[in-house]
Structures are given as C-alpha cells and as structure tokens.
C-alpha cells in the first residue's frame, strides 16, 4: 500500500524495553471532493500514526511539513487501557520511505537534494539481523 502526505510533527525514535527502537510519526493527508448538495468542494484531512522499524537513521530527515511517500501495511494495535475497556488504534508499518519536498519559511516547497534520496535508499538496504520479528 502507498500512502503519500505531509509529516505532521518531527519524528521520535522510540526504544523499546526489549531494546528495539522504532520511529514514529504521523502524516496528514489531505483529500478533496465535491458535495452533492452545493457543488461546493470540501476539504477532508486524514491523519495516519506511521511506525518505520528498519533504520532509525532516517529520523532526522522527517521533520514537520515535508512531503513524503511511505510503502507498508496496515496493522491494528489492540489493547485494553487503564480503565479495563478494550480499545484498538490503526498503524501503518513502513517498509520504504521516499523522501519528498520540504516546505520552505515563504510557504513554497523545496525539492529534496541528492544526499537525502541517497540515504533513504540506504536506509531501506537492511539486514534480516535488523528485523524487529
């Protein structure tokens, strides 16, 4: 499955107690269509909790704003929270990331350079001991 959106935060890097890290972040996706009612065009944005488990060192590279083009799954996260009710959240787990625009201070964009594309292909040139399963 191919996402494309804008991040909506910085990325964290998450450790987790077995000593796995994981980085997360979420993207927004914006998405427009026509009411049936008034012919107006309504905007929709779809938010998404990204989790890329292959190499943390893109993390530095997902910063508010850019554009980018995940690959992956859709997993669901269930759990039962403090209170005993049983809850359940949608995750996407990325198997690529494709490094997109960056938004410039003047609201326009700026491509991403060389380097960057160069290490996201790094990034995803993983090992099977780097695997967290």
């Known amino acids: 499955m ?17 000593g796995r890290k994981v980085v997360q972040f979420s993207i927004a996706i ?11 065009v309504k905007q929709q944005t779809i938010f998404v909790n990204c989790s890329y488990w292959q190499a943390i060192g ?6 508010k704003g850019r ?4 690959f992956g799954t859709i997993g669901v996260n269930a759990y039962t ?9 949608l995750t996407f787990h990325v198997n690529n990331v494709k490094l997109g625009d960056r938004p ?4 326009t964009s700026e491509p991403a350079d060389e380097s960057e594309a160069l290490l996201t292909k790094a990034a995803t040139q993983i090992t099977a001991e780097d695997l967290p399963f």
């Open 81 to 89: 929270n403090g209170a005993g009710e049983a809850r359940a959240n």
């Open 30 to 40: 914006n998405n427009s269509y026509k009411s049936k009612e008034s012919q107006e």
């Open 58 to 63: 893109v993390a530095p590279y997902l910063t």
């Open 104 to 107: 410039k201070a003047n609201g």
């Open 2 to 18: 191919e996402l494309v959106g804008r991040l909506t935060a910085d990325a964290i890097v998450k450790e987790l107690p077995d």
């Open 67 to 70: 554009q980018v083009e995940l």
